[in-house]
């Protein structure tokens, strides 16, 4: 069974940073384009970051110059590096594949919270 391990999350003050990490149990994993998601209480979980399968980056404005995503195809890894973390990026951080239904779901996440 495909699976989506997240971990890295924790208590950060506002400005800090943090670096979140999500292992996929799948051999096609280099050929996947990748993304990290986040669902803050009462909102609609959102895409903020993406990498496509040749290294292609890509973030939702509101985390542009903040957050770096990255991959390591030899560990089966995406990973998000967080800097000058803010109150409202509080929220539980998921990665998925960005074509849907490549996984079976989703995994349990790595709740990130930002205060002071």
């Known amino acids: 069974q495909v699976q989506l391990v997240e971990s890295g999350g924790g208590l950060v003050q506002p400005g800090g940073s943090l670096r979140l990490s999500c292992k996929a149990s799948t051999s096609i994993f280099s050929i996947l384009g990748m993304g990290w998601y986040r669902q803050a209480p009462g909102k609609q979980r959102e895409l903020v970051a993406t990498i496509t399968s040749t290294g292609t980056t890509s973030w939702v404005d509101s985390v542009k110059g903040r957050f770096t995503i990255s991959r390591d195809n030899a560990k089966n890894t995406v990973y998000l590096q967080m800097n000058s973390l803010k109150v409202e990026d509080t929220a539980v951080y998921y990665c998925?594949?960005?074509?849907?239904?490549?996984?079976?779901?989703w995994g349990q996440g790595t709740q990130v919270t930002v205060s002071s």
């Open positions: 998925n594949a960005l074509v849907p239904g490549t996984f079976s779901g």
